[in-house]
């Protein structure tokens, strides 16, 4: 079994929510970890909360959705450590709106940082656990990327597309020892609500013949903050993919997300349909 200590990892996504407690909890298990995502102010925070002396920790900032920043990630990183063991793709964000009136441009965005983007990126790290026969890939997901909802079907088709190239992905690098799994995230406490909201407000003000489904989305966005998991609950699924020999497929948490498959699993679409409109 993969022991943590001294593992390199770059967690993207890191200066908010699940990427943030991802990096804490991997750095108290002995990881060291590189850190990207927009924000600089938040990620030298961090970096200076888990490790002051800098040995363990690197904070790189940069938008995933820029060649150049990715490329000097992956070159920092390699720079600094000398290799990386683990990719945690992580940074993503969520879309709102009826299919019909979202921009495309707002569409092929979401496509960019959520797929494209961790593809690229993907794309320069895996060459280097290839030719040394280790790492290991944990995606991100989200319940959401089995179960689509109305008016988040823009998001939620970037975690589907998510869903098929893991599971690709995964049997084009088992031969060479590179392991590759999908975390599937429930509600999680972490300021993406609050992300998405920001980016779809237009959307959602001009939302013409689709306002009355907003009617009652606040009710529904309070019972998800009331069962809401914490962002550990799902670092801690990252620990497990990464000091796993042979992780599974994927993984979900918490406890809500688990139901929430078992449904999808067991219900026809139309009962199934009827109890996510009723959450969506
Ligand atoms: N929270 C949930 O309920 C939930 C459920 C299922 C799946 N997920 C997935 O979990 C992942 C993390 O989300 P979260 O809940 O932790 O949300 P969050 O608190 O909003 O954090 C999102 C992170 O992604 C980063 N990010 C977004 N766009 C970026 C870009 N262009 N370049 C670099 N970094 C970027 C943000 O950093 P900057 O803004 O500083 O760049 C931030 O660190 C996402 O993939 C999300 O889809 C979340």
């Not at 998510?162 to 406490?189: C, Q, Y």
């Amino acid at each position: 079994m993969p022991s943590l200590a001294g593992q390199v990892v770059i967690i993207t996504g890191a200066s908010a929510g699940i990427g943030e407690e991802t990096a804490r909890r991997l750095v108290r298990g002995g990881a060291k970890v590189v850190i990207t995502a927009r924000r600089p102010d938040r990620l030298d925070a961090l970096a200076l909360e888990l490790d002051a002396t800098g040995a363990n920790v690197l904070a790189v900032p940069g938008d995933i959705t820029s060649d150049a920043d990715r490329r000097k990630l992956v070159a920092a990183a390699l720079a600094k450590f000398g290799r990386i063991d683990g990719l945690v793709n992580n940074a993503g964000y969520g879309t709102r709106g009826p299919v019909e009136i979202v921009p495309v441009d707002l569409i092929r965005k979401n496509y960019e940082t959520n797929i494209f983007s961790l593809i690229a990126l993907t794309q320069l790290v895996v060459p280097a656990m290839r030719e040394r026969g280790s790492g290991c890939i944990v995606n991100i997901g989200s319940v959401a990327g089995k179960i689509a909802r109305p008016l988040s079907s823009i998001y939620d088709s970037t975690k589907h597309a998510l869903e098929a190239l893991t599971d690709g992905l995964r049997g084009e690098l088992k031969p060479f020892g590179v392991r590759v799994t999908l975390i599937r995230p429930g509600f999680i406490a972490t300021e993406f609500v609050e992300a998405a909201n920001t980016v779809s407000a237009d959307v959602v003000a001009n939302a013409g013949p689709y306002a009355a489904y907003y009617k009652g989305y606040g009710e529904s966005t309070k019972t998800m903050r009331r069962i809401a998991g914490v962002p550990d609950d799902i670092a801690r699924l990252v620990e497990r993919a990464l000091t796993s020999d042979n992780p599974a497929p994927r993984y979900s948490g918490p406890f809500h997300a688990k139901i929430m498959l078992l449904l999808k699993w067991i219900l026809p679409d139309r009962a199934l349909a009827w109890v996510v409109r009723l959450k969506s």
